[in-house]
């Protein structure tokens, strides 16, 4: 079965820093694109970043505007795994958190065919 499986959140204070991390199993999402997305309570799910091989096979990133100078998405491909590291907190940051795997980046959550399961995150003020 495959599935792609969230861990790293929980309850932190504003300021704080975590990592999230999006593990692989079943199958190997090292060629795929990996996204990381957030719905907030009552609102749509929203895209975070996401991490690609460009065709010089070489990382790219992108980011919502939102998150940019506090969010950083990387991967290991070695272990199948990508990670989102969250600095400087906010109480906005709340939300549960989903990684996502696919053909293509970016915002648009049609480009992504596999779900994590989400993981909550929440901040404190």
């Known amino acids: 079965q495959v599935q792609l499986g969230e861990s790293g959140g929980g309850l932190v204070q504003a300021g704080d820093s975590l990592r999230l991390s999006c593990a692989a199993s079943g199958r190997t999402f090292s060629s795929y694109a990996m996204g990381w997305f957030r719905q907030a309570s009552g609102k749509e799910r929203e895209f975070v970043a996401s991490?690609?091989?460009?065709?010089?096979?070489?990382?790219?990133?992108r980011y919502a505007d939102s998150v940019k100078g506090r969010f950083t998405i990387s991967r290991d491909k070695a272990k199948d795994t990508v990670y989102l590291q969250i600095n400087s907190l906010k109480p906005d940051d709340t939300a549960v958190y989903y990684c996502?795997?696919?053909?293509?980046?970016?915002?648009?959550?049609?480009?992504?065919?596999?779900w994590g399961q989400g993981n909550q995150v929440t901040v404190t003020s």
């Open positions: 991490i690609s091989w460009n065709i010089w096979n070489h990382l790219t990133t």
């Open positions: 996502a795997a696919g053909p293509v980046p970016g915002p648009n959550q049609s480009g992504y065919n596999y």
